[in-house]
DNA sequence: AACGTACACTTAT
DNA sequence: ATAAGTGTACGTT
């Protein structure tokens, strides 16, 4: 099958994915868009909907290193909620270290939700830019609490 | 093909 | 504050 490529927006980036059927190869930010339309959940989730690719797999946890536990590991961490490298770590038997190492060669992030894996003590690195990474996780706290609070009222 | 170095970390000196 | 442990990638011999 042929492989397709295209982007959609997210703030001031462009989401830019190659995918073919229901497997995305690659994943990643740019300033600039892409020519090309994006598989559905894409657009959904950068709209500020709660979406977890569940329709689709990522090449990446199919790695047959310790990347691809790792990988697989990170795609269960939920919507909105966020793990630390270490935590990662212990589940798949390696060092934090190895975790960041496999969370910077994360071919498809958002797919392996790589930004919800953050430092013990501060919020981890993130390509190409880390304030990516701060949008994602304050982007997914709101959905949660719109969805918590549909009325809007809140509590603290 | 081996060797050194560089990491999106953590824990223990 | 610094060092060691960890797995992979990448550059240099």
Same mark, same amino acid.
């Given at each position: 099958? *042929?492989?397709?490529?295209?982007s959609?927006? !997210?703030?001031?980036? !462009?989401?830019?994915?190659?995918?073919? %059927?229901t497997?995305? =190869?690659?994943?990643? =930010?740019?300033?600039? @868009?892409?020519?090309?339309?994006? @598989?559905p &959940? !894409?657009?959904?989730?950068? $709209?500020?909907?709660?979406?977890?690719?569940?329709s689709?797999?990522?090449? $990446?946890?199919? #790695? @047959?290193?310790?990347?691809?536990?790792? #990988? $697989? *590991?990170?795609?269960?961490?939920? #919507?909105?909620?966020? *793990?630390?490298?270490? *935590? /990662?770590?212990?589940?798949?038997?390696?060092? &934090?270290?190895?975790?960041?190492?496999?969370?910077?060669?994360? @071919?498809?992030?958002?797919?392996? &939700?790589?930004?919800?894996?953050? %430092?013990?003590?501060? /919020?981890? %690195?993130f390509? +190409?830019?880390?304030? /990516?990474?701060?949008?994602? /996780?304050?982007?997914?706290?709101?959905?949660?609490q719109?969805k918590?609070? +549909?009325? %809007?009222?809140? =509590?603290?």
């Open positions: 099958m *042929e492989v397709l490529s295209g959609c927006r !997210f703030g001031l980036w !462009f989401v830019h994915v190659w995918w073919s %059927g497997t995305i =190869f690659q994943v990643l =930010f740019s300033k600039f @868009p892409l020519d090309g339309p994006v @598989p &959940p !894409f657009t959904r989730y950068c $709209a500020g909907m709660e979406e977890r690719f569940l689709y797999e990522s090449v $990446a946890t199919s #790695y @047959p290193t310790i990347y691809g536990q790792i #990988y $697989a *590991e990170v795609r269960k961490v939920a #919507y909105g909620e966020t *793990e630390t490298y270490g *935590e /990662i770590a212990r589940k798949v038997s390696t060092s &934090p270290r190895v975790v960041g190492q496999a969370m910077r060669r994360n @071919p498809t992030p958002l797919v392996i &939700p790589c930004h919800r894996v953050v %430092g013990l003590h501060g /919020i981890g %690195g390509s +190409p830019s880390p304030e /990516i990474k701060e949008a994602l /996780i304050s982007m997914e706290e709101k959905t949660n719109k918590k609070h +549909p009325d %809007g009222s809140s =509590f603290q």
